[in-house]
């Protein structure tokens, strides 16, 4: 682990690791200063707007956008994956209805790996592991609700599938549109924290799966993936424009963060909550008055709070509303996340592996100074 060259010496220790440079990769560069965020030198805008999830995973295994031949290949390899053994739907099928669907997607995957995947990670396991996520997710969430889980429909991306497996309906083209997207733009992220935790347990040379269940681990977490459905319940719990001023006021008075604000790296708007700010505007239009009203209050209270201070909406704010006229329930959205940041985490566990060195850093001692041994009898 080197530092940036800013940064002070490698002996210090830093809070967060801010500014540390953990590795080098070629998939994604995200520009904090600039807002800029590209994949393999793809900027997302243009990516968001006329990709698929799919060619967007090929670019991110394979390191080049596919031709119409190579697309039909990797789609007919995430249909051949699309199913689920007997033995893992048993166990989704007895998780309690009261597990979070993050809980239950990493019970899911964790179980599919036992029996499924061994050896050196490969495009093949990657391959495999992203086109169950929708299927696990979506069997769990059928399962809670009382209802079968159903079979995938071939023809369907799996985007569409996604949202076919939840509903059982055939998904309206602007709701797969919006889906899209939202994998497209969050399916790499630089060395955000539950990379970072994917690479080192890929650089320990253990399996994919074990690296890929400690990453949706870290990215249930509120600081990090688990923001969205927080998003929506302080948008619920703010309720109409009126009471926005006095809720926000109260709130930041508290003390409190507001959800979907804040960014360790972007210190200007998050390119990839513009994009979505602009799809939740034609998918969820009533919702979007709120939102957007919302965020300007929120945004100007933080600057009277502490003026200079460089905060900004981040991406889970206009997912959250975005989702929410999808019809999902609150707590899919971390896991729609997870769906997409597979992609991103086992490309980046391909890249660890393929010039591998174990992560293993140092931690600045800051305890006691050596002390003489007491024996157990003469401690006071
Ligand atoms: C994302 C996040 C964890 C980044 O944290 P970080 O880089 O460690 O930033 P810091 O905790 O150092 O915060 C810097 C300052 O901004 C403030 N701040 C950061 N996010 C804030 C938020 N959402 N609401 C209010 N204040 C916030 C902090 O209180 C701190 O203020 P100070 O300088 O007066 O102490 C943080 O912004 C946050 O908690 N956001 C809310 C949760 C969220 O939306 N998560 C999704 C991330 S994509």
Not at 42 to 67: K, R, S
Not at 219 to 244: C, F, W, Y
Not at 298 to 309: D, H, I, N, S, Y
């Amino acid at each position: 682990m080197s530092m940036a060259m800013s940064e002070p010496g490698p002996t210090a220790a830093t809070s967060g690791l801010e500014g540390v440079i953990a590795a080098t990769t070629t998939l994604s560069k995200v520009d904090g200063t600039n807002g800029r965020l590209t994949y393999r030198g793809y900027n997302i805008y243009d990516l968001a707007q006329t990709t698929t999830f799919e060619e967007v995973a090929h670019l991110l295994w394979f390191g080049h956008l596919p031709n119409r031949k190579q697309l039909t290949r990797l789609m007919a390899r995430f249909a051949a994956e699309r199913s689920i053994p007997n033995n893992v739907m048993q166990i989704i099928r007895a998780l309690p209805t009261s597990t979070e669907p993050m809980d239950a997607l990493r019970t899911a995957v964790s179980a599919w790996g036992a029996g499924a995947i061994s050896g050196k990670p490969t495009i093949d396991q990657a391959i495999a592991l992203t086109a169950r996520f929708p299927l696990f997710l979506a069997a769990f969430e059928r399962t809670r609700q009382g209802h079968e889980p159903l079979q995938p429909q071939p023809k369907l991306g799996l985007a569409a599938n996604f949202l076919f497996l939840l509903t059982g309906e055939v998904p309206k083209d602007e709701h797969v549109k919006g889906l899209n997207s939202y994998l497209v733009l969050l399916a790499d992220h630089g060395m955000n924290a539950s990379t970072f935790t994917a690479r080192i347990v890929a650089s320990t040379e253990s399996d994919i799966v074990s690296a890929v269940v400690a990453a949706i681990g870290a990215l249930k977490g509120p600081l990090h993936g688990g923001a969205p459905s927080k998003v929506q319940d302080m948008l619920r719990a703010i309720g109409t424009v009126e009471n926005a001023a006095p809720w926000l006021r109260a709130a930041i008075a508290r003390g409190e963060r507001l959800m979907g604000f804040g960014h360790r790296v972007y210190k200007t708007e998050d390119p990839r909550s513009v994009a979505l700010r602009e799809m939740a505007r034609v998918t969820d239009p009533q919702g979007f008055l709120l939102a957007r009203h919302v965020e300007e209050l929120a945004l100007e209270l933080l600057q009277q709070q502490k003026p200079g201070r460089r905060i900004y909406t981040n991406v889970e704010y206009y997912f959250a509303t975005m989702m929410g006229s999808l019809g999902l329930s609150g707590d899919l959205f971390t896991p729609t996340f997870a769906v997409s940041r597979c992609a991103g985490w086992t490309a980046h566990i391909l890249e660890q592996i393929h010039n591998n060195r174990l992560i293993r850093p140092d931690a600045e001692y800051t305890g006691t100074a050596e002390q003489r041994f007491i024996p157990l009898e003469k401690r006071p």
